[in-house]
């Protein structure tokens, strides 16, 4: 007698594909891959030349150019007019306005990175590499009804660069900003400084306010504190 195949199905003769066994779970789809960072020099944020003069401060600076004014009138022993007044008050409002943009603009450009050369730079000002960025510098403001506004100011022996990491509007940077500048700190030399009473730098917080290490500044950077939010570093 020939034995045939298990269950009785002759050689030869295809099995019910019901009984065939169900096949292996798809793989779970592999994490994409990490985009890739920008080439050339990349502009980091978009500094907009009014982002200073949002909300509460405009408002402040225009009432305190009224009063201004209402002094100007009364010294000068001219009547009072408030249509005069309005028009002299929004001019000089402008002009201040104006004045500090200018002077803001100039010592803190927009800032530039180039992570193919390992440089960055401010405005049209001469690069300097990376590696050259020794500090690290968070300054902040408060804004309107709680609000707060983070600085990351980077200085080496001969430059300097801010970043506003949160604005006035409580907007922060953009993804492609946020990851070059996470790079691009990466590669610095940033160090919290040290004295020579404190060789340690134990209490370097402390010694020197607003100072952050790299690790820090790159927290800074990817994850900005909020209002009310602690910061790494002390006043």
């Given amino acids: 007698m020939r034995l045939g195949p298990p269950g009785g199905a002759s050689v030869g003769e295809v099995s019910d594909p019901d009984d065939a066994p169900a096949p292996p779970d798809d793989p779970a789809p592999a994490d994409p891959a990490p985009t890739e960072l920008p080439h050339g020099w990349v502009r980091i944020g978009e500094r907009r030349w009014?982002?200073?003069?949002?909300?509460?401060?405009?408002?402040?600076?225009?009432?305190?150019?009224?009063?201004?004014?209402?002094?100007?009138?009364?010294?000068?022993?001219?009547?009072f007019r408030w249509d005069l007044a309005l028009l002299v008050a929004v001019g000089v409002t402008v002009g201040i306005f104006a004045l500090i943009t200018v002077i803001r603009n100039a010592r803190a450009p927009q800032?530039?990175?180039?992570?193919?050369?390992?440089?960055?730079?401010a405005g049209t000002r001469r690069p300097i590499p990376l590696v050259q960025v020794d500090r690290a510098v968070l300054t902040t403001a408060p804004v309107g009804t709680g609000g707060r506004v983070l600085v990351l100011r980077l200085t080496a022996e001969e430059a300097r660069v801010e970043f506003i990491l949160r604005d006035r509007q409580d907007a922060t940077l953009d993804p492609i900003s946020t990851a070059v500048l996470a790079e691009?700190?990466?590669?610095?030399?940033?160090?919290?400084?040290?004295?020579?009473?404190?060789?340690?730098?134990r209490f370097a917080r402390y010694n020197f306010p607003g100072h952050v290490g790299r690790d820090d500044a790159v927290a800074l950077v990817e994850h900005p504190p909020a209002a009310g939010d602690p910061l790494p570093a002390a006043w």
């Fill in 50 to 79: 009014w982002s200073t003069w949002v909300g509460a401060t405009t408002a402040f600076a225009f009432l305190a150019a009224i009063q201004a004014v209402q002094f100007f009138f009364r010294i000068a022993e001219i009547g």
């Fill in 184 to 201: 691009a700190l990466r590669r610095t030399s940033v160090a919290m400084p040290t004295s020579i009473h404190d060789p340690s730098g």
């Fill in 111 to 121: 800032p530039w990175i180039d992570l193919d050369s390992g440089q960055l730079r």
